[in-house]
């Protein structure tokens, strides 16, 4: 048997990164300004939270899911935070300490535990989405995890034995016909497979696309009729892995290209169209405007070097880009639109897959993969300008969600909730911006109770 874990030095388990150890539920919640009345439902932070010490080297990837919560009703603020409680988290509870390596470190749990669980655990730590009814909790080497909207974990979810395979954390909604559309990449054949669900959750449609070699795709794009993926040169080296080598490549003479498939389509039907290389982690939007498509993304020069899982430093930024794909000529434009480098970009997610005006990105102090976002910044493509705000000299905000107005008759009628915690205080409160102008500061910040680490990707789940 693998004897329990050390403590480690890591800086992600360190200040407001250190895990938290406490389940809570918080009625009534302190809060300066006055609460929108329109917003009713639920804001969700997700992002890894280890209960136990690592084995070994620590990525921020590695570890537990938390689902952190804050849930407006009647104009009052509750908070509750719960694990998922992934089949590797109970087994390690059972035995008391780690059981899994790391994306950092691999290294395969006991055998009991494999029998038990796999060699893999599904923390679930990265996103969520609501579709048919059902709340998921998303990682991307694995399946989803279906949870309770008071966060009760329910259990790994293959929409009925049909998913064959891992999900992206980055599904789209189609905000007309309720399909969610996704895909799973993996570092073993079939490297690449595309999925659409119906507005009921069953999955009707599901092709693999050939690639050359394993390649790590974070996230893709929809347009109304078009799925649309990047094939990046971040290439996968299992046996690099095996031997605790960084376990993604950058080589670019592989070059990158961008690949648009009708979203019923076989993977036989994509087209491919080369670009300069780059590295896009999250997509803002794409549409079509006839037959050129528009993708809208924050793009990096080269990969981020966090992605090579035990390198951390950073030298590139991610800047906004914009491409147009003549889908008759074959011919590709792209540039860059501001000079600001940031990530985690949102939008309305009523408009995916549409034409839209507003776009909102979160701007950061630095990009040394140490989640160091500090404020937002929202694009008005129509009008060509930028405003932004900044939460604080130490404060360190996380991803800003979009949550529309449902009274409002604009698209940026809403408002942007992020989670911020201060480094000098180590307090957390959920920030509240107006969208339509966020560069005016908050219009209220609720108090969290504790101080919730940093982590990845929100959103706004809307009163049942």
Known sequence: MTAAAK???????QGIMAPVHDERDDRDLKVTGELPRALRGMFLRNGPNP???????????????MLHAVYFEDGRARYRNRWIESRGLLAERKRGHACFGSVAEFGLPDQDVMAEVGVLKNSGNTHTVHHAGRYLALMEAAPPTAFSRELATLGEYDFGGQLHGPMTAHPKLDPDTGELLFFGYSPFPPFLRYHVADASGALVHSTTIDLPVSVMIHDFAITENYAIFMDAPAVFDIEAMMRNEPGVRWEPERGTRIGVLPRRGSGDQIRWFEIPNCYVVHYFNAWEDGRTLEIFAPAFDTMPGGLSMNRMEQTEEPKPRRWKLDLDSGRVTGEQFDDRSGEFPRIDDRRAGRRQRYLYNSIARGWDFNFDFHGVVKYDLESGRAEQFVHGATAVSGEHAFVPNPEGKNEDDGWLLTMVTDRATEKSTLAILDAREPSAGPVARVEIPRRVPLGFHANWFPAE
């Open 51 to 65: 209960q136990f010490a690592p084995r070994g080297a620590y990525h921020p990837f590695d570890g537990d899911g």
């Open 7 to 13: 403590p480690i030095e890591s800086p992600f388990l």
